[in-house]
T-cell receptor, first 114, second 113 residues
Protein backbone atom coordinates (compact mmCIF):
# COMPACT_ATOMS: atom_id res chain seq x y z
CA UNK A 1 0.00 0.00 0.00
CA UNK A 2 0.94 3.60 -0.35
CA UNK A 3 1.13 6.40 2.19
CA UNK A 4 2.10 10.04 2.36
CA UNK A 5 3.64 12.10 5.12
CA UNK A 6 3.58 15.86 5.02
CA UNK A 7 6.02 17.36 7.46
CA UNK A 8 4.69 20.47 9.11
CA UNK A 9 0.96 21.02 9.36
CA UNK A 10 1.52 24.79 9.36
CA UNK A 11 4.18 26.74 7.47
CA UNK A 12 4.64 30.51 7.53
CA UNK A 13 6.76 32.46 5.08
CA UNK A 14 7.24 36.11 4.34
CA UNK A 15 5.97 37.52 1.07
CA UNK A 16 8.73 37.13 -1.50
CA UNK A 17 10.48 34.33 0.39
CA UNK A 18 11.00 30.77 -0.75
CA UNK A 19 8.13 28.36 -0.20
CA UNK A 20 9.08 24.77 0.67
CA UNK A 21 6.39 22.23 1.56
CA UNK A 22 7.62 18.75 2.33
CA UNK A 23 6.13 15.47 1.20
CA UNK A 24 7.53 11.98 1.68
CA UNK A 25 5.84 8.93 0.32
CA UNK A 26 5.89 5.20 0.74
CA UNK A 27 5.21 2.91 -2.18
CA UNK A 28 6.29 -0.58 -3.14
CA UNK A 29 5.97 0.20 -6.84
CA UNK A 30 6.69 3.30 -8.93
CA UNK A 31 4.23 5.89 -7.73
CA UNK A 32 2.24 8.69 -9.21
CA UNK A 33 2.54 11.83 -7.10
CA UNK A 34 0.38 14.92 -6.91
CA UNK A 35 0.13 18.27 -5.21
CA UNK A 36 -3.26 19.88 -4.79
CA UNK A 37 -4.16 23.29 -3.37
CA UNK A 38 -7.35 24.06 -1.46
CA UNK A 39 -8.69 27.50 -0.64
CA UNK A 40 -11.18 27.86 2.23
CA UNK A 41 -14.46 26.05 1.61
CA UNK A 42 -13.46 25.08 -1.92
CA UNK A 43 -12.50 21.90 -3.69
CA UNK A 44 -9.00 20.73 -4.53
CA UNK A 45 -7.20 22.20 -7.51
CA UNK A 46 -4.42 20.22 -9.16
CA UNK A 47 -1.12 22.09 -8.92
CA UNK A 48 1.13 19.53 -10.55
CA UNK A 49 1.69 15.82 -10.98
CA UNK A 50 4.48 13.32 -11.49
CA UNK A 51 3.59 10.33 -13.62
CA UNK A 52 7.02 8.82 -14.38
CA UNK A 53 8.21 11.37 -16.90
CA UNK A 54 10.63 14.20 -15.99
CA UNK A 55 11.56 14.22 -12.31
CA UNK A 56 11.29 18.01 -12.06
CA UNK A 57 7.68 18.90 -12.55
CA UNK A 58 6.44 22.42 -13.15
CA UNK A 59 2.92 23.34 -12.21
CA UNK A 60 0.60 26.29 -12.14
CA UNK A 61 1.16 29.54 -10.27
CA UNK A 62 4.95 29.18 -10.34
CA UNK A 63 5.11 26.01 -8.24
CA UNK A 64 7.35 23.08 -9.00
CA UNK A 65 8.26 19.79 -7.36
CA UNK A 66 11.07 17.32 -7.76
CA UNK A 67 10.65 13.56 -7.53
CA UNK A 68 13.59 12.06 -5.66
CA UNK A 69 13.36 8.31 -5.59
CA UNK A 70 16.39 7.85 -3.33
CA UNK A 71 14.81 10.12 -0.71
CA UNK A 72 11.20 9.02 -1.41
CA UNK A 73 10.32 12.70 -1.51
CA UNK A 74 8.25 15.05 -3.65
CA UNK A 75 8.70 18.45 -2.05
CA UNK A 76 6.82 21.46 -3.41
CA UNK A 77 8.66 24.74 -3.93
CA UNK A 78 8.07 28.23 -5.18
CA UNK A 79 10.90 30.78 -5.37
CA UNK A 80 8.88 33.78 -4.20
CA UNK A 81 5.72 33.59 -2.11
CA UNK A 82 2.73 35.73 -2.96
CA UNK A 83 -0.12 36.61 -0.65
CA UNK A 84 -2.48 34.66 -2.90
CA UNK A 85 -0.51 31.47 -2.17
CA UNK A 86 -2.00 31.26 1.31
CA UNK A 87 -4.01 28.05 1.30
CA UNK A 88 -3.98 24.38 2.33
CA UNK A 89 -1.74 22.11 0.30
CA UNK A 90 -2.16 18.37 -0.03
CA UNK A 91 0.28 15.81 -1.34
CA UNK A 92 -1.16 12.57 -2.70
CA UNK A 93 0.20 9.28 -4.01
CA UNK A 94 -1.33 6.58 -6.12
CA UNK A 95 -0.01 3.49 -7.85
CA UNK A 96 -1.18 0.91 -10.32
CA UNK A 97 -0.90 -1.97 -7.87
CA UNK A 98 -3.73 -0.50 -5.79
CA UNK A 99 -5.96 0.49 -8.69
CA UNK A 100 -4.70 4.06 -8.64
CA UNK A 101 -6.47 4.71 -5.35
CA UNK A 102 -5.37 8.04 -3.95
CA UNK A 103 -3.76 8.34 -0.54
CA UNK A 104 -3.60 11.87 0.78
CA UNK A 105 -1.36 13.50 3.30
CA UNK A 106 -2.91 15.41 6.17
CA UNK A 107 -2.20 18.74 4.53
CA UNK A 108 0.00 21.77 5.15
CA UNK A 109 -1.52 25.16 5.79
CA UNK A 110 0.59 27.90 4.25
CA UNK A 111 0.48 31.41 5.70
CA UNK A 112 2.12 34.27 3.85
CA UNK A 113 3.18 37.20 6.00
CA UNK A 114 3.17 40.60 4.34
CA UNK B 1 -17.12 24.74 -19.51
CA UNK B 2 -16.46 21.18 -18.42
CA UNK B 3 -16.27 20.41 -14.75
CA UNK B 4 -17.71 18.88 -11.63
CA UNK B 5 -20.58 20.46 -9.76
CA UNK B 6 -21.68 19.67 -6.24
CA UNK B 7 -24.82 20.94 -4.63
CA UNK B 8 -25.67 22.38 -2.29
CA UNK B 9 -22.53 24.11 -1.03
CA UNK B 10 -23.80 24.14 2.56
CA UNK B 11 -26.28 21.67 3.99
CA UNK B 12 -27.83 21.45 7.42
CA UNK B 13 -29.75 18.46 8.73
CA UNK B 14 -31.14 17.24 11.98
CA UNK B 15 -29.61 14.22 13.63
CA UNK B 16 -31.23 10.98 12.48
CA UNK B 17 -32.19 12.21 9.02
CA UNK B 18 -30.79 10.80 5.81
CA UNK B 19 -29.38 13.37 3.41
CA UNK B 20 -28.26 13.10 -0.23
CA UNK B 21 -25.38 15.09 -1.70
CA UNK B 22 -25.33 15.70 -5.41
CA UNK B 23 -22.34 15.32 -7.72
CA UNK B 24 -22.54 15.88 -11.48
CA UNK B 25 -19.75 15.93 -14.08
CA UNK B 26 -19.75 16.77 -17.78
CA UNK B 27 -16.17 15.68 -18.42
CA UNK B 28 -17.25 12.34 -19.86
CA UNK B 29 -15.22 10.61 -17.16
CA UNK B 30 -15.95 6.99 -16.37
CA UNK B 31 -14.68 6.96 -12.78
CA UNK B 32 -16.10 8.97 -9.91
CA UNK B 33 -15.21 9.19 -6.22
CA UNK B 34 -16.49 10.51 -2.91
CA UNK B 35 -14.15 11.71 -0.18
CA UNK B 36 -14.71 12.98 3.30
CA UNK B 37 -12.46 15.71 4.68
CA UNK B 38 -12.04 16.40 8.39
CA UNK B 39 -9.66 18.94 9.91
CA UNK B 40 -6.15 17.56 10.28
CA UNK B 41 -7.01 14.24 8.65
CA UNK B 42 -6.69 14.90 4.95
CA UNK B 43 -9.14 13.19 2.62
CA UNK B 44 -10.52 9.71 3.11
CA UNK B 45 -12.20 7.67 0.40
CA UNK B 46 -15.84 6.75 1.00
CA UNK B 47 -16.96 5.12 -2.28
CA UNK B 48 -15.83 5.00 -5.86
CA UNK B 49 -17.33 3.91 -9.15
CA UNK B 50 -15.47 2.94 -12.28
CA UNK B 51 -18.52 2.62 -14.52
CA UNK B 52 -22.28 3.00 -14.56
CA UNK B 53 -24.12 0.61 -12.24
CA UNK B 54 -20.91 -0.36 -10.48
CA UNK B 55 -19.42 1.01 -7.28
CA UNK B 56 -17.03 -0.14 -4.58
CA UNK B 57 -16.53 0.69 -0.92
CA UNK B 58 -13.60 2.83 0.05
CA UNK B 59 -11.90 3.06 3.41
CA UNK B 60 -14.80 4.58 5.36
CA UNK B 61 -18.02 3.40 3.65
CA UNK B 62 -19.99 2.59 6.81
CA UNK B 63 -23.06 4.80 7.14
CA UNK B 64 -22.97 5.91 3.50
CA UNK B 65 -24.58 4.71 0.29
CA UNK B 66 -24.21 5.65 -3.36
CA UNK B 67 -25.74 4.96 -6.75
CA UNK B 68 -24.44 5.32 -10.29
CA UNK B 69 -27.40 5.15 -12.64
CA UNK B 70 -25.93 7.66 -15.08
CA UNK B 71 -22.36 8.30 -16.16
CA UNK B 72 -22.66 11.97 -15.21
CA UNK B 73 -24.08 11.53 -11.73
CA UNK B 74 -22.82 9.93 -8.51
CA UNK B 75 -25.00 10.97 -5.55
CA UNK B 76 -23.95 10.18 -2.00
CA UNK B 77 -26.47 9.49 0.77
CA UNK B 78 -25.37 10.05 4.33
CA UNK B 79 -27.59 7.80 6.41
CA UNK B 80 -28.59 8.04 10.04
CA UNK B 81 -26.17 5.17 10.69
CA UNK B 82 -23.20 7.45 10.11
CA UNK B 83 -22.12 8.33 13.64
CA UNK B 84 -20.33 11.58 12.93
CA UNK B 85 -21.57 12.95 9.60
CA UNK B 86 -20.56 16.59 10.01
CA UNK B 87 -17.72 17.11 7.51
CA UNK B 88 -16.71 18.54 4.17
CA UNK B 89 -17.54 16.15 1.33
CA UNK B 90 -15.66 16.20 -1.96
CA UNK B 91 -16.57 14.50 -5.20
CA UNK B 92 -13.94 13.73 -7.81
CA UNK B 93 -13.69 12.10 -11.22
CA UNK B 94 -11.07 10.66 -13.51
CA UNK B 95 -11.07 9.55 -17.13
CA UNK B 96 -10.96 5.95 -15.98
CA UNK B 97 -10.04 4.04 -12.85
CA UNK B 98 -6.70 3.37 -14.49
CA UNK B 99 -6.06 7.07 -14.99
CA UNK B 100 -3.77 8.47 -12.31
CA UNK B 101 -5.24 11.98 -12.18
CA UNK B 102 -8.41 12.95 -10.32
CA UNK B 103 -10.28 16.23 -10.65
CA UNK B 104 -12.33 17.62 -7.78
CA UNK B 105 -15.61 19.42 -7.35
CA UNK B 106 -16.08 22.43 -5.05
CA UNK B 107 -17.38 20.37 -2.14
CA UNK B 108 -20.41 20.32 0.15
CA UNK B 109 -20.15 21.19 3.82
CA UNK B 110 -22.64 19.11 5.79
CA UNK B 111 -23.54 20.10 9.32
CA UNK B 112 -25.74 17.84 11.39
CA UNK B 113 -27.44 19.62 14.25
Amino acid sequence: AQSVTQLGSHVSVSEGALVLLRCNYSSSVPPYLFWYVQYPNQGLQLLLKYTSAATLVKGINGFEAEFKKSETSFHLTKPSAHMSDAAEYFCAVSATNTGNQFYFGTGTSLTVIP
Amino acid sequence: DGGITQSPKYLFRKEGQNVTLSCEQNLNHDAMYWYRQDPGQGLRLIYYSQIVNDFQKGDIAEGYSVSREKKESFPLTVTSAQKNPTAFYLCASSIALSSPTQYFGPGTRLTVL
